[in-house]
Structures are given as structure tokens and as C-alpha cells.
């Protein structure tokens, strides 16, 4: 009998789904997309309307087999990926590859949901749809346009700077706030200033502190000490009497359920998460857990939305819940309606649990740890979202004095006291810094009456400097990447990834520092791609993406526009811009070996002072740094980035180092002067030997993946460049590295076969003498392929893979 054939994204995915479907589907994942431009190729065709020629990606040929042999007996196919432009591009290229090209077959068809449960997915399924070609053409006019950037712009990094670096559309406007923002803090200059704060009893406790807020009706300018001082003089001896006490009802107002962006900057906030890792988790939660008797559920919403809007029956659950557990006290007479961003894509909901009677207490013992942390600020701030304002008393008791000099003083003082706590009983949103609510709710108020004459006990100048504006966090970087409209949250994780990767920025204390590298990138691609790279015009460019998905307008059309100004500024940059490799910067040093000039110059690891009797004479010295220590930038608490839990000081044999203080359960440790580890990233692939989840781990010799049950289970997936051993014919090759860190190439069956190459083997015959595999080599003019037999002279340019 036949069944339908469903194709999702995950293997994870694809299990909970299953559940729900029952034995008439056969449900399969294609593990992402199985299509994309090739690595190693422009692939654009920017004569022929920028028409992308798309590829089978490596390692998906067999996959696409097996969907291929399973549709041919299926009814009908549903493609079933992310409800979002990247799900649509994935269901159009399986629909490509599965589709007949006589017209005969099964129908195909696109189901979506924005939670995977089984009502969400029965609806769907009732409700078929096609795939979307306006998302497609969005999602193709970002993947096109993001290669064109990279694939022109990085070869004029690889020769002006250093080979290996990227320029991404986005990721250097990215950097770009980054560099912006330390110059910023370089060029600062502190302000002096004073405040003035009198401590005065009551007839009953607590002692009133109040601040001096005029002087003779206007706010007082305390610039320096001398001024202070006289202040302090005049008020020798004076009376202090209450002026006025004024009391005002204060509500707060609970925050919108989650949305993408709002939810990576509290998992920053209070988890300590990264965006990359909060992303990964929610990706987990949304495609199911298992739930021991109940098998794979779903938790939350997707999570790559920018809606706050939420469905009607998720309404009715969470207020039934409240009534229940708090009572009518905190329950609206209404639902709590939020208005979202003009630009919101409305279609998805706001990310909230699929349950709210799913409380974090009752999910603990199925969950992993940061799972259940996420889990549990999602589903606070959703239940949050529907229950009544906190109240708050706000006093503010305003204090007078006059000086010798007859000059007229006011003291103020304000305090909160909570009076209900409303949704606070739940959920209160993090800050990226403390503000005036925080702090009057810390002040402590006496009762006092106007006309009291208060005690005086002491006055308290202070000296104060203004601080520069602070670095940015992943929080704050997102948070300003969404006001300015650059990107979308859904690319953030990628994006914050990538300028590390680069080492374009490096993190001191959760905080984003440029690299020398960093700035000296951005200024190339500034001096010669301003408006490209400009903060509006990026932002225009997401609006022109939403505009295709919309079908307002044609996605070639957009790519013209762009490429018109895109093509003259490429023209310019190859002829002018800098070339930092062969620059020398004079300085005032002098070389005290042969006592000529010494120059700043250019190197693999960044610049240095170098003398210019080179190369006679190869002295050298390093370029004094310059340190933002004084300018308000203190040291911060440093965060495991594995679990999220502080990390401390420790010496051991080897110095000292940071390590995570949730040891025995987290054994992270960090050598201090290295950069922060990256976090294992946890894979779909299962380990062959145990059954354990696989994972990439960063090691000192790059990413490699490995069991996550280290060191019961010791595997390591070898790295396998998709060619056959020339040698044995049996073995695949595989990338190795030897005892020094060098790579090499070696057969996989090794001892057995002992085939090597120091040179990439790469799978095509020499044209000349028909040897069956050719090496892939570099010299500074770039790549080549070069015959594998020594007695064969023969070489060819190759295209060079540039990621953009």
C-alpha cells in the first residue's frame, strides 16, 4: 500500500512529526539544504539577469537518491522545512530534484507550522499549500547578492591584507559599529563632575539622603572640587526643611511575549548564553524533546519570527493557567494585545511555549540544563505577557535650605515602594545597565510632613567623571542591529560567528574588542565601498528583500540597482585601494642596531616597527598599544561558554588560567592571553561506536568532530575530502594532521594502505598524461593544479574559493 512521503529539515524534526502522522506517511529529514552554489565558483551569471546556477551539495548525492527511490512509491510528497525563506528555498530545490520532467508522479506539496504539535500539524496537513516562489526569490536575491559581495571583495583583501579573510555584506557592517564604536571610546575625553548629597534624620528612621537638584531654581554646574567646596561651605549651619512630599500611583507594564531578537538578548542578559548557542537550543526545543511516555513533543513556537502576535487558543490557555495558579487579582479583564514593528512579518507567531500547563517545574527531569533555562524564560515571559500591571507608590520628598550667601538650596529624594506585584510575580525583563527605576526602588523613605524640620547628620560631595559610551555586548550589538534595521535576527547567530571566526573582534569580558586585523579591514573596505557598506543603505537592502518576498517587486530588478553601484566602486578598489602588505609608515624610532629609520610595516600577524636597512639588518620591536583601561572600561565577570556559570581564577602547573566554577559537571578551562573556547556545537549525527550525539570541538589545530561522550568514547570523525584513494581504489582519503600540526592526505584504510600527500589530491585526471588524480597547490599568484606525476610538468590556474 502506498503512503505519503514527508521531508523535513531534521532527523530530530522528522521523529516528532512521525508521531503525529502515523503509519500512513513515511516522514524522511534531507538535513538542511541540498542545494547551493558551489564553493569554488562565482556561479552568478550577472549578463544573464544574475541567473545562480545551484549545485547538489557534496555529500547530499546519495541522500537525494534515497527521497528520489522513496518518492517514486508515495501518493503524494510534503516538503515540511522551516516556515521561513531559508525552509522555502530548501522545499523548492527538493521539489526541483523530485519532481518528474514528463509531468507524471506524485503531487507535491508545502505544509507549514509554527509549532509542532499534533493540532498545528493535522491543520496543515488538511490545508495543503505550494511553495512559495516569492520567498524563494527573497531568499536568492540575499544568497546571490551575499556571493557577489564575497566572491569580488575578498580577493582584494586576499592580496591587499592577508589571504583567508571575507567580506560579508552585512558582517562588515557588523564590525563596522564595532570599530566605530572604540574610536569612539579612544577619542573620549573625561568630565569632571560633582554631586552633593545631605544625610537628615526624621522623627523615625530610615535617614533621608537627598541630592542637591537646584540652585536658586536652576540646575547647579559642580565642575570641579573648588566649586563643590564653597557649596558646602555656604551650607554651614543651614536648616533643612521639607518643601513638599508628593506621592504618584506607578504602573509597569508587562514586556511582549519573545520575539527572535528579544529573546537572544535576554538569553545574553541572564544565561550568559551566546546568540549562536541560545539559537541552537530553541532550534532543539522547537523540533521536540522527548517527554519520556509522551515520546517527541514540541515545546515552543518557531523561532525565527519578528511577530509578537499571538493564537487565540495559546490566549485562552495562558489566562485559564493564571486564574488558576494566581488568581482573578492578576488576570486582565482581556487579553494583553502588543502591537509589533510596522515591517513584522504577521504570518508567524510570537515564541512562546506550545503549552503553557507545560511549567519549567514539570519539564526539569526530561530536559537538559540550558534547555530547561531557556525553556523557562520563554514560557515566564509568555505567562508574563498576560497578567495585569505592577503598581508601584513613587514619593518624592523635596528638601530646601539657604546658605550664608542667601543663596536658595533644594534637595530631592524619590523612592518606590511595590504595592502589587502583577506580572513581576513571574517574569522581570534584564538591563543592559541599571537606570533611575532601579535605583528608587533601592531608596528607603522616612514619613516625613511638609514644614518638617529635619536633623542634619552630614554632607557628602563626591567627585565623579563622565564615562565613555560602553562596548558592546551580544545583547546590546543586536539590539542595535535591529533598531538600525541591518539584517535579520535570524541571521545574527551567524553574523556574531563569523567577525570572531575572522578574528576580526576578540571578547574581553563578554564585550566585543576590535582586532588590529578588524580595523585595518574596515577601513579598506570603507575607503573604498562607503555607501555599500553604509548602516541605511543595508538597511534599505532588508527592506528590498521583504519587498520581493511581498511581490511588490522583481528580485532581478533589485540586483541591477544594486549592481550598478556595486560594479563602478569594485573598479575604483582594484586600482586604488591600499595595499597594506607593501605600505611602510615612518615613525620617529630609530633602529639601534645600524641606526637607520625604523618603519611601521605590515606582517602575517599584524604590524610592527621594522628597520629599513632591511634586509641587512632585520631588527624589529613591537608597536606600543594603546590602553582604553582608563576610560571607564573595567575588567567584567567572565561566563563559561558552555554553560553559562561564572568562571574564576586558578593556578596549576602550567600558570594561572580560567576555569568554570560548575566543575566536576563542566570541565571548561581557558589559558589566560588565549582567546575565549569556542563552545562545542552539538550535532544531528549520531557516534557510530556509543549512540551519543556528535559534536564540533575546537582544537589547537582547528574544528574537528567528535563523540560528546569524551573520554568514555574516544571517537573522532575523520575528515574525508571526497576522493577516492588512487592508490588502493577501496579507501576514501582523509584529512590528517602529523605530530607537528601540519596537514597531510592519507587513505582511510590505512595501516593497510599506505598512500600520503602532503598537496590536495583532487579528483580529475591530468589532461597531458592521464594521470587519475591532479594536487592542488598555492604560491602568492594563487592557486594552481599541478599533475600528481613527478615526471609530468604539467599546471593549470584554478578558480579560487573565496567565502563570502
Known amino acids: ?33 541540498v542545494k547551493d552554489l558551489p564553493k569554488n565558483d562565482l556561479a552568478v551569471d550577472v549578463d544573464r539577469g544574475f541567473e545562480p546556477t545551484y549545485e547538489v551539495i557534496e555529500g547530499k548525492k546519495k541522500l537525494i537518491g534515497e527521497l528520489k527511490a522513496a ?41 507549514m507550522f509554527n509549532e509542532i504539535t499534533a493540532n498545528a500539524v493535522r491543520k496543515a496537513f488538511e490545508k495543503p499549500l505550494t511553495v512559495n516562489t516569492n520567498l524563494v526569490d527573497a531568499q536568492q536575491a540575499r544568497r546571490v547578492l551575499d556571493r557577489l559581495v564575497g566572491y569580488k571583495i575578498s580577493p582584494l583583501l586576499w592580496d591587499k591584507v592577508r589571504r583567508g579573510l571575507s567580506a560579508g555584506r552585512v558582517q562588515t557592517v557588523a564590525l563596522r559599529l564595532i570599530v566605530d564604536r572604540e574610536r569612539e571610546i579612544l577619542a573620549f575625553e573625561k568630565t569632571e ?13 530610615p535617614v533621608l539622603k537627598a541630592r542637591l537638584a537646584k540652585r536658586n531654581g536652576e540646575n547647579p554646574v559642580i565642575g570641579n572640587e573648588e566649586t563643590s567646596n564653597a557649596i558646602v561651605l555656604d551650607l554651614n549651619g543651614a536648616a533643612y526643611v521639607v518643601q513638599s512630599v508628593g506621592t504618584k500611583e506607578k504602573k509597569r507594564n508587562p514586556v ?60 485562552a490557555e495562558a489566562r485559564e493557567f493564571i486564574g488558576k495558579k494566581f488568581g482573578d487579582a492578576y488576570l486582565p479583564e482581556k487579553a494583553n494585545v502588543y502591537r509589533g514593528k510596522k515591517d513584522a512579518q504577521d504570518a508567524h507567531e510570537a515564541i512562546r511555549p506550545t503549552s503553557a500547563a507545560r511549567t519549567p517545574e514539570s519539564l526539569a527531569k526530561f530536559l537538559q540544563e540550558d534547555e530547561l533555562k531557556l525553556y523557562t524564560i520563554i514560557w515566564n515571559r509568555f505567562v508574563a505577557s498576560q497578567m495585569m500591571p505592577a503598581i508601584f507608590d513613587q514619593t518624592t520628598i523635596d528638601v530646601a535650605a539657604t546658605g550664608k550667601s542667601k543663596d536658595s538650596y533644594l534637595f530631592r529624594a524619590t523612592g518606590s515602594v511595590m504595592k502589587f506585584n502583577g506580572f513581576l510575580a513571574v517574569y522581570e525583563e534584564g538591563k543592559d545597565a541599571k537606570d533611575e527605576e532601579d535605583e528608587e526602588l533601592k531608596h528607603k523613605l522616612p514619613l516625613v510632613a511638609r514644614g518638617e524640620e529635619l536633623r542634619f547628620k552630614a554632607i557628602e560631595p563626591e567627585q565623579h567623571f563622565t564615562e565613555p559610551p560602553p562596548r558592546y555586548t551580544e545583547a546590546t550589538l543586536v539590539k542595535e542591529l535591529e533598531a538600525k534595521g541591518v539584517g535579520r535576527p535570524s541571521t545574527y547567530a551567524s553574523i556574531l560567528s563569523t567577525i570572531q571566526e575572522r578574528e576580526y573582534v576578540k571578547k574581553e569580558g563578554g564585550k566585543f574588542v576590535p582586532t588590529e586585523l578588524g580595523t585595518v579591514v574596515t577601513d579598506l573596505l570603507l575607503e573604498s565601498f562607503a555607501d555599500i557598506f553604509d548602516v541605511l543603505y543595508t538597511a534599505r537592502l532588508e527592506e528590498r528583500f521583504d519587498e520581493i518576498e511581498e511581490g511588490t517587486i522583481d528580485w532581478r530588478n533589485a540586483m541591477g540597482d544594486f549592481y550598478e553601484k556595486f560594479s563602478t566602486d569594485l573598479e575604483r578598489a582594484a586600482v586604488q585601494m591600499t595595499d597594506i602588505k607593501r605600505m611602510e609608515k615612518p615613525t620617529d624610532f630609530v633602529c639601534d642596531k645600524c ?79 588565549q582567546a575565549e573556547k569556542k563552545a562545542d556545537v552539538k550535532l544531528d549525527e549520531l557516534c557510530p561506536q556509543c549512540n551519543n550525539n556528535l559534536v564540533m570541538k575546537s582544537g589547537r589545530f582547528g574544528e574537528f568532530t567528535a563523540c560528546s561522550n569524551y573520554p ?5 570523525k575523520q575528515k574525508t575530502i571526497g ?22 592526505y592519507g ?32 604560491l602568492k599568484s594563487g592557486a594552481f593544479l599541478q599533475c600528481a606525476n613527478d615526471e609530468c610538468k604539467h599546471k593549470e590556474p584554478v578558480a579560487e574559493a573565496v567565502t563570502a
Request: overall charge positive.
Open 193 to 205: 563632575y560633582w554631586t552633593i548629597d545631605v544625610a537628615l534624620n526624621a522623627k523615625k528612621p
Open 723 to 744: 576522493v577516492t584513494c588512487p592508490q588502493c581504489k577501496e579507501g576514501d582519503l582523509i584529512e590528517r594532521r602529523s605530530k607537528r600540526g601540519k596537514t597531510f
Open 747 to 778: 587513505c582511510n584504510q590505512y595501516p593497510k594502505c599506505d598512500f600520503v600527500a602532503w598537496a590536495k589530491p583532487v579528483d580529475k585526471p591530468c589532461p597531458k598524461c592521464g594521470a587519475n588524480y591532479m594536487l592542488e597547490k598555492f
Open 595 to 673: 641606526g637607520k629609520p625604523m618603519v611601521i610595516k605590515w606582517g602575517r600577524h599584524g604590524s610592527f616597527i621594522a628597520c629599513t636597512g632591511y634586509p641587512e639588518c632585520t631588527s624589529t620591536r613591537e608597536i606600543p598599544t594603546t590602553s582604553t583601561e582608563d576610560l571607564g572600561e573595567q575588567g567584567e565577570d567572565e561566563y563559561c561558554v558552555n554553560c553559562g556559570r561564572p568562571m574564576v581564577l586558578k593556578k596549576g602547573r602550567f600558570g594561572q588560567f580560567m576555569a568554570c566554577t560548575g566543575y566536576p559537571d563542566c570541565k571548561t578551562t581557558r589559558q589566560l592571553g
Open 1 to 33: 500500500m502506498s503512503k505519503s512521503l514527508v521531508i523535513v529539515e531534521s532527523p530530530a524534526k522528522a521523529k516528532t512529526i512521525g508521531k503525529y502522522l502515523g503509519k500512513d506517511f513515511v516522514v524522511k529529514a534531507s538535513l538542511g539544504h
Open 256 to 315: 511582549p511575549p519573545f520575539i527572535t531578537s528579544t529573546l537572544q538578548q535576554e538569553a545574553v542578559r541572564k544565561l550568559r548564553f551566546s546568540v549562536k548557542r541560545t539559537m541552537m537550543i530553541a532550534q532543539r526545543l522547537y523540533e521536540g524533546v522527548e517527554l519520556g511516555d509522551e515520546g517527541a513533543t514540541g515545546l515552543i513556537t518557531y523561532m525565527r519570527t519578528d511577530s509578537v502576535r499571538v493564537a487565540d487558543d495559546a490566549l
Open 712 to 716: 568514555t568514547c574516544k571517537y573522532v
Open 71 to 111: 518518492a517514486k512509491s508515495a501518493d503524494n510528497i510534503y516538503l515540511a522545512a522551516d516556515p521561513d525563506r531559508e525552509g522555502e528555498a530548501i522545499c523548492y530545490h527538493l521539489q526541483e530534484e523530485l519532481q518528474s520532467k514528463a509531468g507524471k508522479g506524485p503531487a507535491i506539496f508545502r505544509v
